[in-house]
């Protein structure tokens, strides 16, 4: 790729990752999530892999993405046992925010916020993952 290419990727990267995040964090109050908020976000790490050309560290970033994947079903698990200790499962054990209070939209749904956040950890790293391994296979499905 050229150097045009590769920085323009870079700085549309950040953006594209940092939308991803917002359509995270935003997902009880608008449309989004974190199945969406990590789609968006790999959208920008396949167009970066893509820019730049991983190939060489592409073991090194699955092994520092793996146990992510882990860590966000396993949150997510925890989040809805400590709702079944509550009284129910996956229930809104977290205080909400009052209307007055600043910040108010954004803490405004106690647990679903944090669940959004895992599904996106979970989902965005295992999507990564399988990336990385089609990458990895590509020489092979050309012979």
């Not at 916020?113 to 999507?127: A, E, N, P, Q, R």
Request: charged share 10%; glycine share 14%; net charge positive.
């Amino acid at each position: 790729m050229t150097p045009i290419v590769r920085n323009t990727a870079c700085l549309v990267c950040c953006f594209v990752m940092v939308y991803g995040l917002y359509v995270t964090f935003t997902g009880h109050v608008a449309p989004g999530g974190g199945f969406a908020g990590a789609a968006v976000i790999v959208a920008g790490a396949v167009l970066l892999v893509l820019a730049l050309g991983l190939r060489s560290r592409r073991r090194d970033l699955q092994r520092r993405f793996q146990p992510w994947t882990g860590v966000g079903a396993l949150g997510f698990l925890l989040m809805a046992l400590g709702g079944l200790l509550k009284g129910g499962w996956l229930l809104n054990f977290v205080p909400k925010s009052s209307p007055s209070e600043f910040g108010h939209e954004l803490l405004s749904s106690g647990t679903i916020l944090i669940l959004d956040v895992l599904v996106c950890v979970m989902v965005s790293t295992g999507l990564v993952g399988v990336f990385l391994k089609l990458v990895a296979a590509g020489p092979v499905l050309r012979q």
